[in-house]
């Protein structure tokens, strides 16, 4: 319900700033064309972990028909327990999430116009004895080769986050920690990739040139070293990926595919939110997702989407957030009983 209503107040809001009824349609039926896709994602992943069972039972010992009694009947087990009709509305309310938050972040701009990058680069550099954050990590990540890993991590970001999301609304039996992650997914992407990004409007570095042309730009030259190592055949995709994000931020369209925004990262922020409940579910798989999140933070800065500190602050609030939530879910299910 707090997903949908927020779906609609996104909605009121850029009607108010101006938003064309073909921009407004566009976001439900973008929200329906990934529904069935994402959708399938999940039920092959269902299909992976029984055939995954299958196989285990095969190694076993035990016959084709014995194997496949036992998944048939893990199968029929699942489908009694009524998880997945409980899960259906869950899957439903991340989906719109999903929608929303681009629209949202479209109408940053409209709404709070950016404002606080000075003060984020002088954070920056103050936090780093004095030097720029990209300037000190961009010799240590091309001397150790990891150009290409933080590059294709920073993309592949949306499936990992979408791995975590099935995991949790149709695999996860504890139902404390699973609606401890769920819960904060949904305060983080409201209350920090909405409310804190609009009240800390920022482009970061790799817009900053183009958005405040009349001051100078401290992170050119870093720019210009991104697109020499493009040019000699790396790939680094946030280059050409801002190029599109600008061009929409100055067309006449109130709804963009995406908006631009800088603090706090919500590439971080999920991230970091996904290892704290991987931790928490495995130690193995909590170790992978911290990996994973460190490698998003390195991205987010050396591929110049980011200032350091909206990777740090997002972390902090993440964290900050689990505690919290947990804590009150655990008072709250102290006092029903």
Request: with cysteine; net charge neutral.
């Amino acid at each position: 319900m707090l997903s949908f209503l927020g779906f609609l107040a996104s909605l009121v809001c850029a009607f108010i700033y101006g938003a064309s009824f073909k921009e407004l349609l566009f976001v439900p039926l973008s929200f329906g064309a990934s529904f069935p896709t994402i959708f399938c994602m999940f039920t092959i992943a269902y299909l992976a972990l029984y055939v995954r069972a299958f196989y285990r039972r095969l190694k076993q010992g035990k016959s084709l028909k014995e194997a496949s009694e036992d998944v048939a009947q893990i199968v029929d087990s699942y489908l009694k327990s009524g998880r997945i009709v409980d899960s259906i509305p869950l899957f439903v309310a991340v989906m719109i999430i999903m929608t929303t938050i681009p629209v949202m972040k479209s109408l940053i701009a409209y709404v709070h116009p950016y404002h606080l990058d000075i003060d984020f680069i002088k954070i920056d550099k103050w936090i780093h004895f004095g030097q720029y954050p990209q300037y000190l990590l961009a010799p240590i990540i091309e001397k150790l080769g990891l150009i290409g890993l933080l590059n294709y991590s920073y993309n592949f970001w949306l499936g990992v986050m979408l791995g975590g999301y099935w995991y949790a609304i149709f695999i996860d039996r504890n139902e404390h920690r699973r609606l401890t992650f769920l819960w904060c997914s949904l305060i983080a992407w409201f209350g920090m990739g909405w409310g804190l990004a609009t009240s800390m409007s920022s482009v970061g570095p790799i817009f900053f040139g183009a958005t405040f042309p009349e001051i100078p730009d401290p992170y050119a030259p870093y720019i210009e070293y991104l697109r020499g190592i493009h040019e000699s055949g790396t790939m680094i995709s946030s280059l050409w990926v801002s190029d599109l994000l600008g061009q929409m931020a100055r067309d006449n369209n109130v709804i963009d595919l995406n908006g631009i925004s800088a603090m706090p990262s919500m590439h971080v922020a999920i991230a970091a939110l996904f290892a704290v409940y991987m931790w928490h579910v495995n130690k193995i798989w909590g170790v992978l997702y911290i990996v994973f999140a460190a490698i998003i933070m390195a991205g987010s800065i050396f591929l110049a989407w980011h200032y350091a500190i909206d990777g740090y602050f997002s972390i902090i609030c993440v964290l900050c957030l689990w505690y919290v939530t947990g804590f009150i879910l655990k008072k709250r299910k102290t006092a029903i009983e």
